[in-house]
């Protein structure tokens, strides 16, 4: 499928990593962002700029999408010059962005009366596993869609699972995401703990990195918990977001309480920050 043209939507954080592990493994990739000056270094690399979301779908035959959240999906799909625009049919549309799973029902269903197709395919893993093609992908949507693009996924991610149908990649992201929010605040609440009793950070994360519980978070995060650098890796905005979206899914749990109180809190004043920076909200 090497020769597949690509449009690549959602030159972000995550977005500008996965894009540049396809241009590496060859594929021709047209890019498409709200803010031009983000398509720079892709186009130092190679690759086609298209000036709207219309213009690539006529350009590609399969479209990957990685923006913030449903409202930048609408824009992109039923914006003036959105996806929806104009007519076209037999494309592939992945959206691998962490958005609600009834946009993904909603999006898949307009798709199909195009006579296109709608993949959602969010993604587990941060900037380090987008650079390292290490990602892992869950993905919903008609079987035989997704065979035909697996190649490409497996060129971004470790692993490229479907769990059923159309927004059940969505659903296991958020229950994936519900779990990240639960770790970095019990992470966030031993530092504190620790820290409050003469414990150093760095000392705990040598501890915890070397014990039954280190993990690949606690490793790819210590350095900056222990230099306090909460630079946004993954945005603590998104992770909010994710348990509003979690929330709105029904998430009722003890514990998924109190990580939707935390990070809403939290957004207020470090949503720009990265997901580490729940530490400083915990201490209060
Ligand atoms: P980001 O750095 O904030 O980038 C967001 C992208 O969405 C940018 O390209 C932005 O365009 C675009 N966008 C936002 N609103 C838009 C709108 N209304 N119309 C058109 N485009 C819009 O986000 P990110 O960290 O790459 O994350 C992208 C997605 O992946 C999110 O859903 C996030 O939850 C998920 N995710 C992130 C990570 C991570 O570690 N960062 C890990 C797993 C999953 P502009 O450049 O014009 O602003």
Redesign the pocket.
């Known amino acids: 499928m090497n020769n597949t043209k690509i449009g690549w ?8 990593p996965m894009s540049v592990q396809l241009i590496k493994a060859g594929f021709a990739v047209t890019v498409f ?3 031009k000056e ?1 398509e720079r270094e892709l186009k130092e690399m190679g690759s086609e700029i298209a000036s709207t979301p219309a213009e690539l779908i006529q350009q590609v035959e399969v479209i990957i999408i ?4 449903d ?6 799909f039923k ?1 003036e010059n959105g996806l929806l625009s104009t007519s076209s049919s037999d494309k592939i549309i992945i959206n ?4 609600s799973p009834g946009i993904s029902r909603r999006m898949a269903d307009l798709c199909a009366k195009q006579g296109n197709s709608y993949l959602d395919a ?6 380090k ?2 650079e390292g093609g290490q ?1 892992v992908i869950m993905a919903g949507g008609n079987n035989q869609i997704f065979e035909k693009v697996k190649p490409i996924l497996d060129k971004m991610g470790k692993l490229a699972l479907r769990v059923g149908e159309s927004s059940a990649g969505n659903t296991a ?1 958020l229950a994936v ?1 519900t779990l990240l929010a639960i770790h970095a605040q019990g992470l966030a609440e031993a530092i504190v703990f620790a820290n409050k009793n003469g414990i150093a950070t760095e000392d705990l994360m040598t501890i915890i990195n070397n014990s039954a519980l280190g993990n690949v978070f606690g490793k790819i995060k210590g350095e900056a918990i222990i230099k306090e650098n909460y630079q ?4 603590l ?3 909010a ?2 348990l509003r979206l979690a929330k709105a899914e029904g998430l009722d749990t003890p514990l998924g309480d109190s990580v939707y109180q935390t990070f809403q809190k939290a957004e207020l004043a470090f949503g720009e920050e990265d ?1 580490i920076s729940v530490i400083k909200q915990i201490k209060g």
């Not at 990685?66 to 959240?69: Q, R, T």
């Not at 409202?71 to 992109?76: F, K, N, S, Y």
């Not at 969010?122 to 900037?127: F, K, L, N, T």
């Open positions: 939507i959602g030159l972000g954080k995550m977005g500008i962002n709200r803010s983000k990685m923006v913030s959240d409202i930048a999906i609408d824009a992109i914006g691998m962005s962490t958005v969010p993604v587990s893993g941060s900037v596993q987008a990602l992201k995401n946004a890796a993954f945005a905005k998104h992770i977001k994710d997901i």
